[in-house]
């Protein structure tokens, strides 16, 4: 079973929807959760960090379910420049870190 | 700022060739990384380190090595690349404290092809 999975999508959607995505991962000693955002043919950024109760940066909202081992992101009022891969990453106590394979997202005019 | 980088952004080798990827971080990191990128395959890891001179195996080492021997720099060496070895290579370091992982800054890759 992979440790992390995530719905590759993609996701197509009209400016100024709102978009969810989830991710969910194996290891329930996980310790720090992450989304990351991947332009084509660039690095990965880190987008944000996913705390115990719930997070949000402007029109980003990311939640941690510990119970049910999934962490989302929501998007609100989509804009063309959130276009990319976001990546749900995972780290255990081995301090190595867990990607899912990215879900991609295209926000349409 | 973290600064994460790496010593090419495109690189063209021949099958049998040794090549080596250099990885640079400025802010004091323990803990170093080696991906490659391949599409439908997500980021996989091939090596990391977590100390100067100490190396630990990923999910895909067989035909890669590494060497650190200084904390700020993390080295990759293809010893006979391979045309299954082309790919996006991607640096990575991050900070542990008490035990917790924080995020991982990322170089801006090598784009490696090998004929």
């Known amino acids: 079973r992979k440790e992390v999975e995530q719905d590759p999508g993609p996701f197509n959607v009209p400016e100024g929807a709102t978009v969810a995505f989830n991710c969910t991962y194996s290891?329930?000693?996980?310790?720090?959760f992450f989304w990351y955002r991947q332009d084509c043919r660039k690095e990965p950024k880190l987008l944000m960090s996913?705390?115990?109760s719930g997070n949000e940066d402007g029109r980003f909202t990311a939640q941690l379910n510990r119970a049910s081992q999934y962490i989302s992101l929501l998007i609100r009022d989509s804009k063309l420049s959130d276009s990319a891969t976001y990546l749900c990453?995972?780290?255990?106590?081995?301090?190595?870190?867990?990607f899912g394979t990215g879900t991609s997202l295209t926000v349409i005019p | 700022d973290v600064k994460v980088t790496q010593s090419s952004r495109y690189l063209v080798k021949r099958t049998g060739e040794k090549v080596f990827l250099e990885c640079v971080q400025d802010?004091?990191?323990?803990?170093m990384f080696w991906y490659r990128q391949d599409p439908g395959l997500g980021l996989r890891l091939i090596y990391f380190?977590?100390?100067?001179?100490?190396?630990e195996k990923g999910d895909i080492p067989e035909g890669y090595s590494v060497s650190r021997e200084k904390k700020e720099r993390f080295s990759l060496i293809l010893e006979s690349a391979s045309t299954n070895q082309t790919s996006m290579y991607l640096c990575?370091?991050?900070?542990?404290?008490?035990?917790?992982?924080?995020?991982?800054?990322f170089g801006p890759g090598t784009r490696l092809t090998v004929t």
């Open positions: 990575a370091s991050s900070l542990t404290l008490a035990g917790l992982s924080y995020e991982q800054y």
């Open positions: 290891n329930s000693a996980s310790q720090s």
């Open positions: 996913v705390y115990s």
């Open positions: 990453v995972v780290t255990n106590t081995g301090n190595q870190f867990y």
């Open positions: 802010m004091d990191h323990e803990n």
């Open positions: 380190s977590y100390d100067v001179k100490m190396k």
